[in-house]
């Protein structure tokens, strides 16, 4: 199991902008990202470790890759361009292999041996079935109940068990269990959050070396948007804790309070490519920042009156 630090890590791995020299790719900590090429698009992907985040976690910060896409698939709500991508050198096998196959059949059509022919039918064949099987989307979702079967409950562990105390079991029913499901997604924003502002900090002080009125209009405004963010994380979660009844308009508030996060995520993520487009960009000019400054601040005046 993964400690918070390495998931965080981990986090800010996918989620940080590739830095691009001599055209190659490569990630936050330095490490080279190949070219992912396939039908449809060519693209720079950072694959997720295993054994770090959650299938879960991998859809939501790495969502263009590999790992995400076997678990479209295995989910049951993947498509074709997932089959693609996880089998991304099927379409040029295939094409290799029925080149040669073709270019083998004139000479055994010619002579009509009646033997070949079956075998070089078998051989067109054969492909073809494992194609069916590779694109039927049913597959992947029964393979993975195959070989995911259900943990089976340990009984002497269950026995062994401390007997819960009646507080113990009013702090645990605390709330309404169908408001919990808003906890997973506000964690996860939490985390989300914390990585891409230890980003933007980062190229703040690399693009306006303090002490600098820029930098410190900047981070006055991060701080804000961190301060911001974590009043909106509290009245979501007092909301989830505190609630007796679980009724449109609770669900509202709270949904209401996650997409403020959201919004102040997106900003900052804003800031942040502004920033490497900036640095990246001796011409650039200033007055895009400036822009984005505003915006930024007149964002913060809209959730605060709200």
Not at 112 to 141: D, G, Q, R
């Amino acid at each position: 199991m993964a400690s918070e630090n390495q998931k965080a890590q981990e986090i800010k791995r996918l989620t940080t902008p590739l830095k691009f020299l001599n055209s190659k790719a490569y990630d936050s900590e330095g490490q080279s990202i190949n070219c992912v090429e396939t039908l449809s698009k060519v693209n720079f992907v950072i694959e997720p470790r295993e054994g770090i985040l959650s299938d879960d976690e991998i859809i939501q910060y790495a969502p263009e890759s590999k790992a995400a896409a076997r678990i479209r698939l295995k989910r049951g709500f993947g498509n074709m361009e997932d089959v693609l991508y996880v089998h991304e050198s099927i379409p040029w096998i295939f094409a290799l292999y029925y080149l040669i196959l073709i270019s083998l059949a004139g000479p055994v059509i010619v002579a009509k041996h009646t033997v070949f022919l079956i075998i070089l039918l078998v051989l067109f064949i054969l492909p073809l079935a494992y194609a069916y099987y590779i694109f039927n989307l049913k597959s992947y979702e029964k393979k993975s109940k195959k070989t995911s079967p259900p943990p089976k409950p340990d009984v002497s562990k269950q026995s062994k068990q401390p007997k819960v105390t009646v507080s113990q079991q009013a702090e645990a029913n605390k709330g309404i269990p169908s408001l919990k499901r808003y906890e997973t997604e506000i964690n996860n924003l939490k985390v989300l959050y914390d990585v891409k502002e230890g980003v933007v900090r980062d190229l703040i002080k690399k693009r306006f070396e303090p002490p600098q009125i820029t930098y410190d209009r900047f981070i006055t405004m991060v701080d804000s948007c961190h301060k911001l963010f974590y009043k909106q994380v509290d009245a979501a979660t007092t909301i989830i804790d505190l609630a007796v009844e679980d009724t449109p308009r609770i669900q509202e508030e709270i949904e209401n309070k996650i997409g403020n996060m959201k919004t102040i995520i997106d900003q900052i993520e804003e800031l942040t490519n502004e920033l490497v487009i900036n640095i990246s960009s001796e011409s650039q000019s200033e007055d895009d920042v400036e822009i984005l400054l505003d915006d930024m601040e007149n964002l913060i005046e809209s959730v605060k009156e709200y």
